[in-house]
């Protein structure tokens, strides 16, 4: 008598390519479709807010293509919700996952080619936030400067507080001119160049050209612990590069790696200043790749549940898993965080936290 010999891995082996490739058309689709929702929504939204006619035809495809890495960073974990969802929710509706746990699969078994997808997906997210991510956000910031914010930032600017180099200036107000020039207003120069010595300039106008600040009749005090010394400097230059961004605009901590958020948060401790938006920043930069594996083991949990409802049931699934996912997102991160009502860390993971142990009780159920 011939026997058949029958090798358990090697079926697994089968049911592994089998879920991968169930995954992949789903991933793909649900990824590309809300990407390219979010460029439309940004070019609907430059289109009402500026005068197109005014902004040169590349530069509004340059800051399309340059924020879709923030796009794709936002949208990875919304693909893995849709195809994880959408793939074992197809298997439980046609008897597939009962074909496989017959077999002598176990749920968990099932699952890890989910996992394995969803760690890959966790890692090219963290690798897109890393290393795309802030330079395509430096060259929008560039060409939105170019193109948008220094034809529509306001001309006009009071109170303007910027560091130098070596110093601290103080302007009573900033007027942009022709060729990217500022038009100072009671200047005032902060510097203290050794212990116990203070120096001011002060001047009634200046003028920012190309790198070179100038002020005229211009004049300088020294504070010291014995006296006080009063000089006149009539015409004093400056050579140092002052961005117009900082001049009009909002810095912001986009365009910087995780390494640079570190040691941005480091120096604003060590000089007393609030870095708790940055802590919060620079935990969620780990958070929101690491969601892309919990969308991958909880979004199967539920669509196993509800698998034979029907064919929109792992769309509605992963729909209300992000949306779910996102308001808790903004909820810990913008308001529970930034308020330091939580730590950065727990305001950055609570979400993570709290979907993966739904998953996990979910997924011990169904075992």
């Not at 306001?154 to 022709?178: D, G, H």
């Not at 000089?271 to 969308?295: K, Q, W």
């Amino acid at each position: 008598m011939v026997g058949v010999s029958y090798e358990p891995e090697a079926g697994i082996k089968v049911i592994d390519r089998y879920v991968f490739k169930e995954l992949m058309v789903p991933f793909l689709i649900g990824t590309v479709a809300v990407v390219l929702m979010f460029q439309a929504n940004l070019l609907i939204f430059l289109m009402k807010t500026y005068s197109i006619a005014n902004i040169p035809a590349l530069a509004l495809a340059q800051m399309i293509w340059f924020k879709t890495p923030d796009f794709l960073r936002q949208t990875l974990p919304v693909g893995m919700a849709l195809a994880s969802s959408l793939a074992v929710s197809r298997l439980a509706r046609e008897s597939e996952l009962t074909a496989m746990r017959s077999g002598g699969a176990s749920i968990r078994r099932i699952l890890r080619p989910i996992a394995a997808f969803g760690l890959l997906v966790a890692i090219g997210n963290f690798y897109l936030s890393e290393r795309l991510y802030p330079v395509a956000e430096k060259r929008f910031t560039e060409v939105s400067q170019q193109a948008l914010i220094l034809g529509t930032s306001p001309e006009y600017k009071a109170n303007v507080l910027i560091k130098l180099r070596n110093s601290v200036a103080y302007f009573a107000s900033v007027r942009r001119l022709q060729d990217d020039r500022l038009l100072i207003q009671d200047g005032l120069i902060h510097e203290q160049r050794r212990t116990g010595e203070v120096i001011f300039y002060v001047a009634p106008t200046g003028i920012y050209d190309k790198g070179v600040l100038t002020f005229e009749d211009a004049e300088m005090y020294i504070f010291s612990a014995e006296r006080v010394d009063y000089y006149p400097a009539k015409r004093m230059t400056i050579d140092e590069k002052i961005s117009l961004a900082d001049t009009f605009i909002t810095p912001q901590s986009a365009d910087k790696t995780v390494f640079e958020l570190s040691k941005t948060i480091e120096d604003g401790k060590r000089t007393g200043l609030d870095t708790t938006f940055l802590e919060v920043d620079y935990h969620s930069r780990f958070a929101i790749p690491a969601s892309c594996l919990i969308f991958a083991l909880a979004g199967p949990v539920f669509a196993v549940w509800f698998g034979r409802s029907g064919g929109f049931v792992g769309v509605l699934l992963s729909i209300l898993l992000v949306m779910v996912y996102y308001n808790m997102f903004v909820v810990s991160t913008q308001i529970l965080g930034r308020n330091g009502w939580v730590s950065p860390v727990v305001a950055a993971w609570l979400p993570n936290a709290i979907l993966l142990v739904f998953g996990l009780i979910g997924l011990r159920r169904l075992e």
